[in-house]
């Protein structure tokens, strides 16, 4: 391959790297229905700065190429027109010296045939040379985009919606107690009485983070950008972790409920504990939050089955469609949506109201330094997360027996 088209696939792979890596910004904050960040405008507006220069490099590249080719073609026409006259081959060729070799294999690069033939007669009892003979003219290719297996949906955390983090620690102040009220026992005799007591719910934030030292080197000759896919893995680690966080607390805190019997789950016994276990979180509410169904992945094995998404008009559910797993919420049984997240244990379904637990987060970010002494940057993505239980019995867990 030439220089020139070294240096154009090149640009040509950076062109689509980066923009990806814009979509993939893009879609993370669509996919949380949020603005982008300052840091990720500032990621953004870098990689537009270097589109910009690599097209202005494309343009005059493309077109001397192109100049080339039509000349090469050019000549290789004219080469075979002179030949054409030419009907007796040369048995034998004997190059005078290592410079004739040389031209000829030039011409025959250009298209000129009788120099190909020549060429061909002459290497016929040679050595044969291969890419295992020359790898260090062979250069190592990447195919982008890096695989990269991380989940940082946090659908969980999405269907409880986290709130700003007011502090490190703070309490929540929940009604106890309530006043009472009945029915008078007659005339003039004395109504009851009982005070309100308001407890406090303790809350206390943890912080989440972690960093990595890149070297100077690293971050000018990777390609991809090096840099760009150290900050997006940190933040989808942290997201990873903070959803894992979300879903042991919310496991640790569940109420037994309802068991699904032995045996293959049929949609009648499934629907029959949902609904015992939505009776229980609504008892537990009084109809506070919005009642969901969290699971992890392997129990769609169970529910998928039992609701293949065929939608007659008096389904208990519209059916599942395996390829929504990605988006987090899979469907829905009676109404109730059904929420899947990694970040619970294998066989885990529960009924919960969205009252039931709080989030709260606030997220620092990535942070970079320089460290001039050993040619470094080193680089932390942050965030405080805090979840709390307000009140257990609203979330249910349903079991099944094997």
């Known amino acids: 391959m030439r220089q020139t088209d070294q240096m154009l696939a090149r640009y040509t792979a950076e062109i689509e790297d980066r923009q990806n890596f814009i979509d993939g910004l893009v879609e993370d904050a669509e996919k949380e229905k949020r603005d982008l960040s300052d840091q990720e405008m500032e990621l953004i507006t870098r990689a537009r700065d270097r589109l910009q220069v690599v097209t202005s490099q494309v343009t005059p590249l493309k077109e001397a190429r ?41 011409k025959a690069g250009l298209g000129a045939s009788e120099a190909a033939e020549r060429i061909e007669l002459f ?40 709130r700003n983090l007011p502090a490190g620690s703070w309490n929540r102040p929940k009604i106890s107690q309530h006043t009472n009220v009945a029915p008078q026992g007659g005339e003039k005799t004395e109504l009851v009485s009982r ?18 030292n890149v070297s100077r080197q690293n971050i000018d000759w990777s390609q991809p950008a090096i840099m760009d896919l150290v900050i997006n893995d940190l933040a989808a680690v942290y997201a990873q972790e903070t959803e894992k966080a979300l879903c042991v607390a919310v496991d640790a805190a569940t109420t037994a409920g309802p068991t699904i019997p032995t045996g293959p789950a049929t949609p009648a016994a499934v629907n ?16 506070a939050g919005r009642v969901i169904i969290a699971c992890s992945p392997d129990t769609l094995g169970l529910l998928g089955p039992a609701f293949p998404a065929v939608n007659p008009t008096n389904a208990i559910s519209t059916g ?14 009676s109404g109730l949506p059904v929420v899947v997240s990694a970040g619970f244990d294998a ?47 609203a979330i249910v867990e349903i079991t099944k027996t094997p």
């Open 123 to 162: 290497n016929r009892a040679a050595a044969h040379q291969t890419t295992g003979d020359n790898p260090g003219l062979l250069p190592s290719q990447m195919l982008e985009p890096v695989i990269n297996f991380v989940d940082a949906s946090r659908p969980l955390v999405t269907a409880l919606g986290p």
């Open 320 to 333: 599942f469609s395996a390829s929504d797993i990605a988006s987090g919420q899979v469907g829905s049984i």
């Open 347 to 393: 066989g885990t379904m529960i009924v919960l109201s969205t009252a039931a637990v709080e989030v709260y987060e606030d997220r620092i970010g990535s942070l970079q330094v320089v460290e001039p002494s050993v040619l470094g940057v080193q680089v932390a993505y942050a965030g405080y997360f805090a979840d709390v239980v307000i009140d257990a019995t």
């Open 195 to 212: 005070k309100m007591i308001i407890g406090m719910v303790p809350v206390t934030a943890a912080t989440y983070g972690g960093y990595v």
């Open 66 to 106: 192109r100049i080339s080719s039509e000349s090469a073609n050019e000549v290789a026409e004219l080469h075979r027109l002179f030949s054409e006259h030419e009907t007796k081959k040369p048995q034998e060729v004997a190059y005078r010296s290592a410079g004739a070799y040389i031209l000829d294999y030039w």
């Open 272 to 287: 029959s504990a949902i609904w015992t276990a939505a009776g229980a979180v609504y008892a537990a509410t009084k109809g």
